[in-house]
T-cell receptor
Framework: TQLLEQSPQFLSIQEGENLTVYCNSS?????LQWYRQEPGEGPVLLVT?????EVKKLKRLTFQFGDARKDSSLHITAAQPGDTGLYLC?????????FGKGNQVVVIP | DSGVTQTPKHLITATGQRVTLRCSPR?????VYWYQQSLDQGLQFLIQ???????AKGNILERFSAQQFPDLHSELNLSSLELGDSALYFC????????????FGQGTRLTVV
């Protein structure tokens, strides 16, 4: 059983469109991280959210941590082909990261 | 460049064989983590070492073992390989014992034939 469920698993959109992907769990985490992984590379940390209800912005990416610290969303505004990648959420608990399977995002030029 | 180096980048081997994957953490990082990534299971935590000592174990098979050396580099040993062991193996490092921010290497793609 996956501790973190990410949806949708796969999303393909046109350049310039907006998208939102989700990371859900029944567990409470002390914090939650989002990573982006490109083909042939390891995951790269984008952001860490710590406080329930917290919203963080990274250029065109907006990350939100749920009030109960069990879920998170990532919204991309005006997606660019460079946003293509596998977005992984990871819950921090018991001094360990638990990863979801990821949201594969493809932005078509 | 994350500063974490993994070798080799690709490895093809036969069932029943044994391989060793190597990881050099970022300069100054004491913690090393090993992960296995497959299409159906996603990124699965295998094991963590901190300053040479095993700190946490995840879904690591008994056929697999790891160690961290005094110079802080780490090796993951996979033995009696099976087809299902084919996957990407990632090493990550962090400065402290707590895995609050991990920096990943580029991974080793293992193919067992």
């Amino acid at each position: 059983t996956q501790l973190l469920e990410q949806s949708p698993q796969f999303l393909s959109i046109q350049e310039g469109e907006n998208l939102t992907v989700y990371c859900n769990s029944s567990s409470v985490f002390s914090s939650l991280q989002w990573y982006r992984q490109e083909p042939g590379e390891g995951p790269v940390l984008l952001v860490t959210v710590v406080t329930g209800g917290e919203v963080k912005k990274l250029k065109r990416l907006t990350f939100q941590f749920g009030d109960a610290r069990k879920d998170s969303s990532l919204h991309i505004t005006a997606a660019q082909p460079g946003d293509t990648g596998l977005y992984l959420c990871a819950g921090v608990g018991n001094n360990r990261l638990a990863f979801g399977k990821g949201n594969q995002v493809v932005v078509i030029p | 460049d994350s500063g974490v180096t993994q070798t080799p980048k690709h490895l093809i081997t036969a069932t029943g064989q044994r391989v060793t994957l190597r990881c050099s953490p970022r300069s100054g990082d004491l913690s090393v983590y090993w992960y296995q990534q497959s299409l159906d299971q996603g990124l699965q935590f295998l094991i963590q070492y901190y300053n040479g000592e095993e700190r946490a174990k995840g879904n690591i098979l008994e056929r697999f073992s790891a160690q961290q050396f005094p110079d802080l580099h780490s090796e993951l040993n996979l033995s009696s390989l099976e087809l299902g062991d084919s996957a990407l193996y990632f090493c990550a490092s962090s400065a402290r014992q707590r895995e609050t921010e991990a920096f990943f290497g580029q991974g080793t793609r293992l193919t067992v034939v």
